[in-house]
T-cell receptor, first 106, second 128 residues
């Protein structure tokens, strides 16, 4: 199985901060990497697919980059509604998810 | 707007079979462009893909669960179902259904891509 490792596992940030979350695959997955946001008690919501494509309806402050084994999710200016847990997911070979990054209020 | 809703027992006894149904509204599952999948989330194992199905019944399963999983689809009711047999406490989780996109890998193996949208999820506890 392809293992997905996210870092950090949690972070504290303030409204307006630029936030970067990293996801590393145990082997190359080309650009078959997707990002989700999950709020407490809710289902995950797709933010980014194919490493860098913004899902319809998702604010442009979210962006994704990377290919191969290293990927990043960037929130350019953190908003109050962005405090949540973020997950990466690879679909290169079968499907596996990262362990999540919790973004908390500083 | 496409919506998915999981339903089924919230409590299942060890060694029995977990059965859940996902009802799809605002669209039909009989589209060749999509597959329909199950994902679960537990504190111990995080998010775990269980498997996916097309409207015609083609399935992809997580190898780690394949021996215990059956996913089926009923296009007349726009719903698909999950059965997980011989459950134990480690199968306690929130179970989600979701729409997904099929693809073929460079190895010629079928798989799925991203999941969108998701149902709200249903908690299933395995306990006697």
């Amino acid at each position: 199985d392809i293992q997905m490792t996210q870092s950090p596992s949690s972070l504290s940030a303030s409204v307006g901060d630029r936030v970067t979350i990293t996801c590393r695959a145990s082997q190359s997955i080309n650009s078959f990497l997707n990002w989700y946001q999950q709020k407490p008690g809710k289902a995950p919501k797709l933010l980014i697919y194919a490493a860098a494509s913004l899902q319809s309806g998702v604010p442009s402050r979210f962006s994704g980059s990377g290919s191969g084994t290293d990927f990043t999710l960037t929130i350019s200016s953190l908003q109050p509604e962005d405090f949540a847990t973020y997950y990466c997911q690879q679909s290169y070979s079968m499907v596996t998810f990262g362990g999540g990054t919790r973004v908390e209020i500083k | 707007q496409l919506q998915l809703q999981e339903s089924g027992p919230g409590l299942v006894k060890p060694s029995e079979t977990l059965s859940l149904t996902c009802n799809v509204s605002g669209g039909a599952i009989s589209s060749s462009s999509y597959y329909w999948g199950w994902i679960r989330q537990s504190p111990g194992k995080g998010l775990e893909w269980i498997g996916s199905i097309s409207y015609s019944g083609s399935t992809y399963y997580n190898p780690s669960l394949k021996s215990r999983v059956t996913i089926s689809a009923d296009t007349s009711k726009d719903q698909f179902s999950l059965k997980l047999s011989s459950v134990t406490a480690v199968d306690t989780a929130v179970y989600y259904c979701a729409r997904t996109i099929p693809r073929i890998t460079i190895f010629g193996v079928g798989t799925v891509s991203w999941f969108d949208p998701w149902g709200q999820g249903t908690l299933v506890t395995v306990s006697s």
